[in-house]
């Protein structure tokens, strides 16, 4: 059974940090290339920052450029995002999403989501 889990979620103040972790299972994770969406309320959900499958290379939202990190742990079968300098405009659900490379291709998964609020 596939799963993506993220965790680390939570309140901020402006300014603050976060960093989200998103466990996979049930799939071969070094075949994926790792993304993190968000979706604010009444809007689209957007890219943040995608990762290659062996953590070559990355990608980011020009919104989050100098402030987000992505990374990944292949062995621990988990991607993260390092949040930096929040601002209330980064309050929303935040989704991590598998993206089958190689024998996988065509393969996509989602996680159900965690909320990040960023408010004084």
């Known amino acids: 059974q596939v799963q993506l889990m993220e965790s680390g979620g939570g309140l901020v103040q402006p300014g603050g940090s976060l960093r989200l972790s998103c466990a996979g299972s049930?799939?071969?994770?070094?075949?994926?290339?790792m993304s993190w969406y968000r979706q604010a309320p009444g809007k689209e959900r957007e890219l943040v920052a995608g990762?290659?499958?062996?953590?070559?290379?990355?990608n980011y939202a020009d919104s989050v450029k100098g402030r987000f990190t992505i990374s990944r742990d292949n062995g621990k079968n988990t991607v993260f995002l390092r949040m930096n300098s929040l601002k209330p405009e980064d309050t929303a659900v935040y989704y991590c999403?598998?993206?089958?490379?190689?024998?996988?291709?065509?393969?996509?998964?989602w996680g159900q989501g965690t909320q990040v609020t960023v408010s004084s």
């Open positions: 990762i290659a499958s062996r953590g070559g290379s990355t």
């Open positions: 049930g799939f071969t994770f070094n075949n994926y290339a």
């Open positions: 999403r598998a993206d089958g490379r190689r024998a996988e291709l065509g393969r996509l998964y």
